[in-house]
């Protein structure tokens, strides 16, 4: 089946003749992707019914081996916990803010190149984000805006430049991508999904420039999303002598609009919990 994401990384005009193209591949998309299942006998979800499902699941970091630790502060208590498999470095547990919780998780492959990274930025033990990496580079992060424990915003980044390509987000809550950004040198282009069905409608697009105000060729009376920046909070910065948590790079024009970033600490509830 046709993958969404790589449909609208594609996707090469910005203005509302594009999205109109993007829309109609898009609905082809579903459309394909609902026609059944030779093998199985039932209809496959669509793309946008697959994101109901899509949640951050911690992956076990296995302390029962050997591990090495470390008291970055000198406080006695140890702030860094490396998990080893004879001499190579297979996870690390992290505490950032010296609090005696785990706050980053951060995974190697067999080369010892980081290949993922989990954060609890709230101590509440419900993920905030994970990033993944291919040869140790970011191409992918995806966030929980909203400690439900189900992912709300995804990012994609150019791995040789570690600027962010584009980001799809869940804006209403109901588990359906309803928001595709684009960005491209100095403005970035969103496409919003205003009647539910899944598609980007080219009469809900607008192009922002790097101060984040609307450019000429914008939809007419279209504003800007209030969660327009929503996820792009830096992840804190980890002790002395742990891995630098990359701050997010200059990845796209700075949006003059609310940053929903990551919420306070809430009574935790169900969700993705380490």
Not at 41 to 50: C, L, T
Not at 107 to 118: M, P
Not at 138 to 157: A, C, H, P, S
């Amino acid at each position: 089946m046709t993958d969404l994401r790589a449909a609208t990384h594609a996707r090469p005009v910005l203005g509302a003749v594009g999205w109109v193209v993007l829309a109609a591949a898009t609905g082809a998309v579903a459309m394909l992707a609902c026609g059944g299942d030779e093998t199985g006998g039932k209809g496959a979800k669509s793309a946008a019914d697959a994101r109901r499902t899509e949640v951050l699941v911690h992956e076990p970091c296995n302390e029962s081996g050997r591990v090495q630790t470390m008291d970055a502060n000198n406080d006695g208590k140890p702030d860094i916990r490396k998990v080893m498999d004879g001499n190579r470095e297979v996870c690390r547990v992290t505490d950032l803010n010296n609090d005696g919780h785990p706050d980053m998780y951060e995974y190697f492959d067999s080369a010892g190149q980081l290949r993922r990274r989990e954060y609890d930025y709230d101590d509440n033990g419900i993920l905030n984000a994970v990033e993944l990496f291919q040869g140790g580079k970011l191409v992918e992060r995806q966030l929980d805006t909203t400690n439900r424990g189900r992912v709300d915003t995804w990012d994609y980044f150019d791995p040789a430049t570690g600027k962010r390509t584009k980001r799809e987000r869940d804006a209403s809550g109901d588990g359906r991508v309803d928001q595709w950004w684009l960005y491209e040198a100095d403005h970035v282009t969103i496409a919003m999904d205003r009647n539910g069905d899944g598609n980007p409608d080219p009469q809900a697009t607008i192009v922002l420039d790097k101060n984040g105000a609307p450019v000429a060729s914008a939809s007419p009376g279209i504003k800007p999303p209030v969660d327009a920046d929503a996820g792009a909070v830096p992840p804190p910065p980890p002790p002395p002598e742990a891995p630098a948590a990359p701050a997010n790079p200059d990845d796209g024009p700075a949006l003059a609009v609310p940053d929903a970033g990551v919420p306070g600490k809430p009574a935790r509830p169900a969700g993705a919990k380490r």
